[in-house]
C-alpha cells in the first residue's frame, strides 16, 4: 500500500487506480483525448470520475513523437483555467499537470493542480525538482530517451530494463535531495523506446517493483499496440486492455489510460486471482 500527500489531502493506492487522460491540446495523438472547450472537458472528466477514476491528468502540449513544443505561456493558457474549473465542480477528485516545464507545474498546483507529472524526469527543466519540492506536490518520474522532438530517432539500449532502472536510482535520489517526498515511477512506454523494447519493459516491470514506488503503466492506445496489430489508436482498446491486464499482474499501480471503464474492469477481474 501507498499513501501519498497531496497537498494535504491523501492518496491511498491499496490496490491499483485509474488516471485517465484529458489532452486541452488541437493535435494529440488521440482525437478522443483531445478536449479544448471548458463544458466539454467537464462533461468528458465527470464521465471518468463516474466510470471510476481517481486521478485526472490535464496536458496542454502533445509529447507525441517528433512534436514541437508550443511554449511557456500558451502551455499555461491552455492548462491552468482548465484546472480552476475542474477543482471546482469536482473537489473531491485528484488533478495531475503533465508537463515538463517547471512554470507551467507551478501554475497548475496553483490553480489546483495535486500532482506533477513529467515526462522527462525532471531532465527537460533544471528548476523542475526544486519547484515541485516548493509545491509539496508527489511527482510522477518518466523515463525517456532524448526528447519528444528526437526520442524516436534509433533509440538503443545495451540493456533497457538496468538503463530505466539505472536512471530511477539516479533521479529517486535527486528528488530526495530536492526534498520531494512522494514519487511515482513510470518506464515511459513509447518515449524513446522500439517497439521491441516496450514488450521487454512490460515483461520485467515488476523488476521497478524494488525501488519502493507506486508504478505507473502508460500504454493507452500507443503505436506499440496499433502497429504491432497493423490498425489505428483509434480502433486499439482491445490491444490495450490485454496490455494493461499484462501490467497489472506485473504489479502496476496506476494505468493512465483513455478508456477509464475498461481500465477498470481489468483492475477489478485482476483483482478477483490475489
Known amino acids: 500500500m501507498f499513501t501519498l500527500n497531496c497537498k494535504g489531502k491523501l492518496l491511498v493506492i491499496d490496490k491499483p487506480i485509474v488516471m485517465g487522460i484529458i489532452n486541452v491540446t488541437p493535435d494529440s495523438f488521440y482525437a478522443e483525448s483531445r478536449q479544448q472547450v471548458i463544458h466539454a472537458i467537464l462533461q468528458k472528466a465527470e464521465q471518468m470520475l463516474t466510470e471510476g477514476a481517481t486521478i485526472l491528468d490535464i496536458g496542454g502540449q502533445t509529447t507525441k513523437p517528433g512534436s514541437v513544443a508550443v511554449g511557456i505561456a500558451e502551455e499555461t493558457k491552455r492548462v491552468v483555467p482548465v484546472i480552476a474549473a475542474l477543482a471546482k465542480a469536482f473537489p473531491n477528485s485528484f488533478i495531475s499537470i503533465d508537463t515538463y516545464n517547471a512554470a507551467v507545474a507551478k501554475a497548475a498546483v496553483e490553480a ?111 503505436s506499440t499496440i496499433y502497429k504491432t496489430l497493423g490498425t489505428t489508436a483509434d480502433n486499439a482498446l482491445n490491444g490495450t486492455t490485454v496490455l494493461n491486464t499484462i501490467a497489472l499482474l506485473n504489479g502496476a499501480n496506476i494505468l493512465r489510460v483513455h478508456d477509464v471503464k475498461e481500465a477498470i474492469e481489468a483492475i477489478t477481474l485482476v483483482g478477483k486471482m490475489e
Not at 137 to 165: D, F, R, S, W
Request: proline share 4%; glycine share 10%.
Open 112 to 222: 489546483g493542480a495535486h500532482i506533477v507529472n513529467d515526462v522527462s524526469g525532471g531532465m527537460m527543466d533544471e528548476a523542475m525538482l526544486a519547484t515541485v519540492a516548493s509545491l509539496k506536490a508527489p511527482y510522477i518520474c518518466m523515463h525517456m530517451q532524448g526528447t519528444p522532438q528526437t526520442m524516436q530517432q534509433n533509440p538503443t539500449y545495451q540493456h533497457i530494463t538496468k538503463e530505466v532502472l539505472d536512471f530511477f536510482i539516479a533521479r529517486t535520489e535527486a528528488c530526495r535531495l530536492a526534498g520531494i517526498h512522494d514519487v511515482i515511477l513510470d518506464v515511459g512506454f513509447g518515449f524513446g523506446k522500439t517497439i521491441t523494447h516496450n514488450f521487454e519493459l512490460l515483461k520485467q516491470m515488476a523488476a521497478f517493483k524494488m525501488l519502493g514506488k507506486p508504478i505507473l503503466a502508460g500504454l493507452s492506445r500507443k
